[in-house]
């Protein structure tokens, strides 16, 4: 059933609509002068030049890469053992589980960033980018779980079972006939863990403390002037988790086009399970 | 107006990018007749029954229902209707929903809407199953509830793409007697396709043999089967063995052919003489036992395989001398021969044919195995 | 009785056979250090957010007795419900226009053969891991007195004097949150229209169903469930943002998750700001058993398709 015209243009101006705002952005990040807009005077780096000698912008980097980092291999670990878990389990939790391990999507940031606040001014924790590091992993967390079960449970089970019949035990089933299957897809992951981190402002508008992360540090900046070097780092931003997210893509694929020959982009974006 | 046919396809080419799936098909379809495409996967029969369906526009040429061009028209506009290979049934409806509709979509009325889907589930056997949902129904169920469907928009054209071919083989069997009884009770055109040559034997008015993007061969399908005019169409239609003749006398009522060492007549009127290609369906070689002595004019051969069907036995014979290996089969309770006996086969003159054959060409082409898979048309779901 | 042939006694001490295996306790309990973590950081921070609610709140403390009293201010306050108004407005703008905009193009990427749909596909999972700071931020240069669009205009002499209607309203803040969640629904709808194979549709134009009908009576009930989950997500996350308004809101609208950030790093009030946000998310719970509850009823929630 071929879609009509209508359709394939509403597509393009979909697309143009999500994208369009973003590349102005990266297009006024290269402007000669401090202003945001029309007529455009002329390309120029000298706000990329500014930002990189800026020792709070490569702070707020640095403190985002160590968060996002952290996050992302907890989670790796969390989300890995407990996917693993659910999908070869038949076990009446898995139904409480599950509602537990999505809950952080359905739930407003604001609702999670304050409670953490008030879970840590009752303990008399100060914030720092460790409660930020907690908040990102609470977040993250389902999106990592939702990747990794919809792969652990495309495996075919005979494989496991074999080994097992060969008197393989659990942990070496898991790292010598399951992880060397997976593992493109959980490093996928763990990298959209980390950009999703790295990204992360609402929540961590909450629990941030003297470190800034480096949305926060944008944030803070728009408080003060807005000129283009607020543009210059946030297409830093955009650019490293594009990046990112290409090579999640290229690796899931790889790993999807080993397994079975083909690429299904459904799949791939985890959201549906093969058939 | 009353001479034209109810489907006329004229000239109908299609090409899917580089690849021809179609070329230059003209077919007349009377009204009430059933009307079969046969061929093996690729043929382009589905492909054909899509473009007068309108789900298809073709490349080249035109379709014509009861003398209205409609090949511009979409599907939704032309008054056919079509059973799918599985039954598509909407799972968000019930059979009382599903059933109506076409007639939901046209804007009957609900009295009427009741009325009609009762007499279409009547129609299939159903009846009583309005309130079923798609989940609670068996393959077979499901399909005559398709049926049902299509039906009760009561269509001058009903399209059959492969409708049993995914149900089990006993099901099938028993929607064959429905489907003729069907026909004969609303009287409406069929256009069925199918790559089972059996279904379309029992179930056609005519047969439509196609191969490679043409129709080889149009005709009842006794005359398919007994006077075939290609090899395709003898090997796809029904089982044959093809050998390698020549025609020394071509005669009026009875020729005489010369295979290997021996002679046999052949009732078919005036061929060419020079080579042929001879065409002896199974049920027809006789075997008889012996040594070449004592089976004089036979053809010798060596019984290789033997298998026992319930009905009857089947048999493949070895003709060392000539190289070929022929099938036979006969009725009995128990095979006459073993594996290893010395045969002698021979055949009536009426029981076979006769096709033109290149000189030269002396192995038949393999019989295309007709696979349940579908044409390009369908793989792209 | 006849002897009947015994099978070969079964070798002595075999290994458990693997399907036993499957079903032993183990493997759920895998899921314990994550399940502790979110319980430990997510549960029960949320409990003691709730607690809160029932305290009295003053400058970043709270304090016994518990006390309905935070939640009849909050019923009370003719502020809190034009906010809560203004939530609920904005919400369900951005919630019905993203499945709006959603629909056609997850119904191209699902049935089209073009080759340019991996390139869309890959357009749209890379717009969704843009940072969502990054667009508000892009909004308000482009649609501000000074921005993108006013000084385009005006550079190419339509406009004498910059259309104001663009931001800070409404508008501007729905169109940022349709921006952030579009890429998202996209994907759900798209996922939802998997097991619609197209001779589903097929059947229904055969059946005399032009496009009109076959979205009314095929494509919307098969993604009926997908659609109310983004609708109700969107509606959730637009509802609560408490950013957004206050970046390309403008004074008028406001809406009620800047009030619970004000009440919490603002005023200190923390348990007036928790009641207001305990009083939402059980209107979100409302919303969730309202739709699950339709669908139920619609019979739309559980539809199997045939493969």
Redesign the interface.
Known sequence: MSPGRFTGLVTVAGMLFLWLPLLVVVLFSLHTTASLSFPFDGFSLRWYERISESPEVRAAARNSLVVATSTALVTLVLATLAAYGMSRSRSRWRAPLSLLFFLPITLPGLFIGIALLIAFSRLEYSLSLVTVTVAHLVYVFPFFFLLARAALERLDPALEEAAADLGATGWTIFRRVTLPQVWPVLVGAACLAFALSFDEFIITFFVVGPDPTLPLFIWSSLRRTIDPSINAISTLLLAFTVLLFVVTFALTSWGERRRRGTVDPLVLTGAQEPR | MSGDPRVRIEGVSHRYGAVAALEDVSLDIADGEFVTLLGPSGCGKTTLLRIV???ERPSAGRVLLAGEDVTGR????RA???V??????????DVFANVA??L???GVGKADQRARVREALELVRLEGYERRR??ELSGGQ?QRIALA??LV?RPKVLLLDEPLSALDLKIRLDMEVELRRVHRETGATFVYVTHDQREAMALSDRIAVMNAGRIEQIGAPTDVYRRPTSVFAAQFVGDANVLPVDVVEAGDEESTVQLGDTRHQVRCPRPQPGPAWLVLRPEAVEMRAGTPEETPGTLQGIVRDVAFRGTGFGCRIELPALGAQVKAEGRGATPPFDVDDEVGIDWRPESCWLLPRERGDDTPPPPVTSEPESDPAQA?? | MSAVAEPPAASPARAPAPRERGLRLGPVLLTLPAALTLLLFLIAPLAAFAVYSFLTGSLYEVSGPLTLENYREIAQSELNRKLARNSLIVGLLAAVSSVVIALPIAYWLRYT?SRTKTLVLFLIVASFLASYLVRIYAWRTILGAEGVINSGLGALGIVDEPLTFLVFNRFAVTLALVHIYLPYVILVIYAGLGPL????L?????????WV?RWR??VL??V?APVGSALLFVFVLSAADYVTPQFLGGTASVMIGVQVQVAFQGTGDYAGGAAISFALLAGFLVCYGLVALGLRLA??DR????S
């Open positions: 369906a309108g789900f979409p599907a939704h506009k056919t209707n079509m799918f290979q599985r039954p598509t049934l909407f799972p968000h409806l509709f076409g939901q979509v046209a798609s989940h499901m469907r299509a928009n792209r779901a | 053969t194979q197209p001779a589903y097929e059947a229904a134009q055969d059946l005399g169903a032009g009908q009576r095929v009930p098969a009926a019979r739309l539809l199997r398709f045939a």
